[in-house]
C-alpha cells in the first residue's frame, strides 16, 4: 500500500497544495512554528519519523478524495454537500472545523463535525442509517472519513475557537471537562490520569497534557493518519480507543456523551493553530 | 412536553416502537449503527426528532449532573455490554467510594479527613496469602508486569479464554532497563537491590500492588489486587520480579 502512495503522492500533493491555497498553512509549517514556539516540546517532537513524513502525509489522498465526493451530487436526492452548514454558512468550509463542536439552531444539537456531516448526508443527500455511505465510519476508505479529511483540511493552520456563546455549548464543555477527571472502570482510570502532567510517557509514548494547548492542538487534530493502523482516524475515533484502553464500555459513535468530550478538548486547544490533516503514531 | 395532539403520541409511540426494534436486534458485539437513536427513525415525522430532544434541558443541570446524565442516560455507552467479569457496561461506569472521592478537578486536592477515610478503606480491603507474603516466580511476574492485556471491552474486547490478563505495570513504570517502560509512575528499576528485602519492605510492596491508596490516597494507579485483576499468588509473582536477585530488575 506505502509504495502506491508514495508513487501518486507528488502529483496529489501539488494538485491539493493548489486547491488549498488560501484557507491556511500546510500541516508541516504549523507544527514547525509550535515547535519553535514551545522550544521543542517533548510531545510535539517526540517522533522525528512522523514529522519527517508530515509533507508526504497519505491522508492527503484521501482529503483530495472527500474533496471529489463532497462535490459530487450522491445519495437518493441526487444532491452535493455544497450546501451543507459547518457553522460558517451553506458551503463555507474555510476555519469551519476550527469551531466545531457548537450549537446547531436547525437540529437543537451541539454537534462535531462527524456527527454534523452525518447529519447533512441525511438531510441534503437523503442517506439513512442503512446505506453503506453513513454505515462505515472508520477507516481511510469510508466516506465518512474522505469527507470529514476533505473538509478538516481547510481548517488547517487556523486556531482552534470552539464558540461558547449558546448556553449548550458552554453545558456540553463543562459536562465534558467532568467526565475527563472522572474516575471509573477495572483499573479507576479518567482521561487525567495520562493527560494533566506535560512530558509524561505511557511506555515510550509522550502523552499530551490537557494543561498545555500548544500540546493539545496536536493531540486533538483529527482527521490524523495513523502509521500504526495505516489508515485515517477521526475524533470519534479516538474517543473510542482510549475508552477502551480505559476499560470503558463501547461508547456510542456521536453521542451527546462523545461530543462532551470533544468539546472540552477542542477548548483546551484553544488559540492554538490546529494541523491539519495530522500524521500521528 | 409532548403536544397533546393524537398525531404527535402517535409519532411518540411508533418512535419508541423503532427504538425498541433496533435494541432487540441489537447483540451488542461488535457494531455500533445506531448511535443516533432519534434520527434512525427517518419515516418519522421531521418534528419527531426535535420533540425527542428537547425532552431534557441539559443547561438546567449542574456539569455534574449533565455528565452523569450523558453516561448513563443519553445513549452514550453501550450499558448493556458484557465484561470479562460478568457483569455489563453499567458496572464498569458507576463510581464507588474511592472513584467518587478521587474524581478530582484541575488543581483540587482531597482535604485531610478524605484521605484518612480512603486510606482506612483501602486498608480494609487488602488480604494476604494464608502463609505470609511470599516471593513468587520472577518470570511470570515479568510476564504479568509487562502485559497490558486483559479487561479492556468497547469495541474489541480482551478474551480472557485466549489471554491472561496482566499488571500493565509497564505502562507507568520504568521497570528493567532492557525494555521501555513509561513514567507517569516511579522507576522501579534495581527496586529490591535497593530496599533490601525484609518482610516490612515485601508487604509495602504487596499492599502498594493489592491497594495503593492504602499509603497514597487518590494515587493515578490502580488497586490491582481489591479490583480482583491480580490474584495473590500473581502479586507473588511480580514482587519476585522486583525483589529477585535474580531478577532483570536488579541486574
Known sequence: MFNKTLHVLPVVLAVVASSNAGSGQLPEEVLDGLIKKTNNSVYLTQSPQNIMMLPDNPAWLVAEAGEALFKQARGPKNASLEQCDFGKGPGVLDGAHAELPRYFADTGKVMDLETRLLHCMKTLQGFTNDDAAIK????????????????????SGIPWNPPMQHP?????????????????????FSCATCHTQTGKRIRASVLPSVYDAADMTKAISWPSQRTSHDEVRSSQH???????????????????????????WTDAARGEPAILPDLKR | ????????????????????????????????????????????????????????DYTAMSPAELAEYLIFEAEGY???????????????????????????GKGKEIDDKSREKIMALAASTIKYPEGGIKLGDWKKGRELAWSGYGYRTAHNPDNHAKGTPGGNCYNCHQIATD??????????????????????????????IYNPHVYFACTNMPRMGASGVLSQAQIADILAYLFDPNSPVNK
Open chain 1, 168 to 188: 449548550l455549548e458552554k453545558a456540553m464543555r463543562d459536562a465534558g471537562e467532568v467526565m475527563f477527571y472522572r474516575r471509573s472502570g477495572t483499573m479507576d
Open chain 2, 1 to 56: 412536553m409532548f403536544k397533546k395532539t393524537p398525531i404527535a403520541a402517535v409519532a411518540a409511540v411508533s418512535l419508541l416502537l423503532i427504538a425498541g426494534g433496533c435494541a432487540a436486534t441489537n447483540t451488542g458485539k461488535s457494531v455500533a449503527p445506531q448511535a443516533t437513536a432519534p434520527a434512525a427513525a427517518p419515516a418519522a415525522a421531521p418534528a419527531a426528532p426535535a420533540v425527542v430532544a428537547k425532552k431534557v
Open chain 1, 136 to 155: 462505515q465510519k472508520h477507516g481511510s476508505k469510508s466516506d465518512i472519513m474522505k469527507l470529514q479529511t476533505y473538509i478538516a483540511s481547510k481548517s
Open chain 2, 179 to 208: 525494555r521501555t517502560g513509561g513514567d507517569i509512575g516511579p522507576s522501579l528499576t534495581g527496586f529490591g537491590k535497593i530496599r533490601g528485602m525484609d518482610p516490612d519492605t515485601l508487604k509495602y510492596a504487596y499492599d502498594v
Open chain 1, 238 to 264: 479516538r474517543v473510542l480507543e482510549c475508552l477502551w484502553q480505559m476499560r470503558y464500555p463501547n461508547i456510542k459513535n456521536g453521542s451527546d456523551a462523545s461530543i462532551a468530550l470533544i468539546s472540552f
Open chain 2, 78 to 104: 453501550d450499558l448493556k455490554q458484557p465484561t470479562q467479569e460478568g457483569t455489563t457496561g453499567r458496572a464498569r461506569l458507576v463510581q464507588d467510594e474511592i472513584q467518587k472521592a478521587c474524581s478530582l
